[in-house]
């Protein structure tokens, strides 16, 4: 029987540690504020927004809602952002992407000072954990390996396989993974024979923006699967990467969607808005 990793669980005992050290910190008259920027009010962005703003309020953080006009200008958001780096009472800076076609998201995240990066997307916070630098960590990648811990799944000397080379998803899982000393490979669009390659894995996971596309072909007996897509199905009803009803016979553990990787985002969000108080970047 496959052992299903409870990411709503984890996530859950995530925020109640995070929760008790700001409470500790609040005793001592240190304050966490998170400013949340939206651009445009594309439905699935309010939700994660709403939800982002909900953990805050759990978790005991601040949050500074600051909710843009579609039209906004990239010089407009982009001296918000100067500005709430200016501004000594802000510890995290979050611009909720995607942002509208007028504007460069690459330069935006480029403005975030990188030490209120809490999504970890700056080119600093990238290249500090590419050679083992502090730094912000982006927050799904970091989710999963606090899954993998958590469920006490042993990473060291494993076959890591990674489906999907993003720079939000795939490219950090892979330093990550590399961190906690697995044997990593990257697969992509472009890799030949997926199917074997994906085989090999100890742990699969599967980040390729593709509904139910990996079956368990592509799955060795006994691996553990982590799967990071979302999609809404033809019934409307949530679903990952991964064909779970097919795999899940043929895998020690597996993350199911929703309830899987998704939770933990957020989590990990909120832990990266202590760490901008409590760790120097
Ligand atoms: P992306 O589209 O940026 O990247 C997908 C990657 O998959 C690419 O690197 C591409 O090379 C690879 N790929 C595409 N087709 C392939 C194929 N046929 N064979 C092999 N590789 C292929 O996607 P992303 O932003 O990394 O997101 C991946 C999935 O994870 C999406 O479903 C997204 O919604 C989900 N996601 C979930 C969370 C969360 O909080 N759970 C966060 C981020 C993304």
């Given at each position: 029987?496959?052992?299903?990793?409870?990411?709503?669980?984890?996530?859950?005992?995530?925020?109640?540690?995070?929760?008790?050290?700001?409470?500790?910190?609040?005793?001592?008259?240190?304050a966490i504020t998170l400013a949340v920027i939206q651009v445009?009010?594309?439905?699935?962005?309010?939700?994660?927004?709403?939800?982002?703003?909900?953990?805050c309020?759990?978790?005991?953080i601040n949050s500074l809602s600051y909710e843009l006009?579609?039209?906004t200008?990239?010089e407009e958001l982009l001296s918000l952002v100067e500005a709430l780096n200016a501004d000594a009472k802000i510890n995290g800076i979050l611009v909720q992407?995607?942002?509208?076609?007028?504007?460069?998201?690459?330069l935006v995240i480029k403005t975030i000072s990188p030490t209120k990066d809490v999504d970890?997307f700056h080119?600093?916070?990238?290249?500090?954990?590419?050679?083992?630098?502090?730094?912000?960590?982006?927050?799904?990648?970091?989710?999963?390996?606090?899954?993998?811990?958590?469920?006490?799944?042993?990473?060291?000397?494993?076959?890591?396989?990674?489906?999907?080379?993003?720079?939000?998803?795939?490219?950090?899982?892979?330093?990550?993974?590399?961190?906690?000393?697995?044997?990593?490979?990257?697969?992509?669009?472009?890799?030949?024979?997926?199917?074997?390659?994906?085989?090999?894995?100890?742990?699969?996971?599967?980040?390729?923006?593709?509904?139910?596309?990996?079956?368990?072909?592509?799955?060795?007996?006994?691996?553990?699967?982590?799967?990071?897509?979302?999609?809404?199905?033809?019934?409307?009803?949530?679903?990952?990467?991964?064909?779970?009803?097919?795999?899940?016979?043929?895998?020690?553990?597996?993350?199911?969607?929703?309830?899987?990787?998704?939770?933990?985002?957020?989590?990990?969000?909120?832990?990266?808005c202590?760490?901008a108080v409590?760790?120097?970047?």
């Amino acid at each position: 029987m496959a052992f299903i990793i409870d990411g709503k669980k984890i996530a859950a005992e995530i925020k109640d540690e995070l929760k008790q050290k700001v409470t500790k910190l609040t005793e001592d008259g240190v304050a966490i504020t998170l400013a949340v920027i939206q651009v445009g009010n594309d439905p699935a962005s309010s939700v994660y927004v709403g939800n982002k703003k909900k953990a805050c309020e759990y978790v005991g953080i601040n949050s500074l809602s600051y909710e843009l006009a579609e039209s906004t200008t990239q010089e407009e958001l982009l001296s918000l952002v100067e500005a709430l780096n200016a501004d000594a009472k802000i510890n995290g800076i979050l611009v909720q992407l995607p942002l509208p076609s007028q504007i460069d998201e690459d330069l935006v995240i480029k403005t975030i000072s990188p030490t209120k990066d809490v999504d970890g997307f700056h080119p600093q916070s990238v290249g500090a954990l590419s050679i083992g630098q502090k730094g912000f960590i982006s927050c799904t990648p970091g989710g999963v390996i606090q899954l993998l811990k958590r469920s006490g799944i042993p990473m060291e000397g494993k076959e890591c396989v990674i489906i999907g080379r993003s720079n939000i998803v795939g490219k950090p899982m892979a330093l990550l993974m590399l961190r906690e000393n697995a044997t990593v490979t990257v697969c992509h669009s472009r890799t030949k024979n997926l199917m074997e390659v994906a085989k090999r894995a100890d742990i699969l996971i599967v980040a390729i923006g593709k509904p139910l596309f990996v079956t368990k072909d592509f799955v060795k007996e006994g691996a553990v699967v982590i799967d990071v897509g979302i999609h809404r199905d033809a019934e409307n009803k949530l679903c990952g990467d991964v064909d779970y009803q097919d795999v899940l016979e043929h895998v020690s553990a597996i993350t199911p969607v929703p309830g899987g990787v998704g939770p933990m985002t957020i989590a990990m969000l909120m832990n990266n808005c202590v760490e901008a108080v409590t760790k120097s970047k």
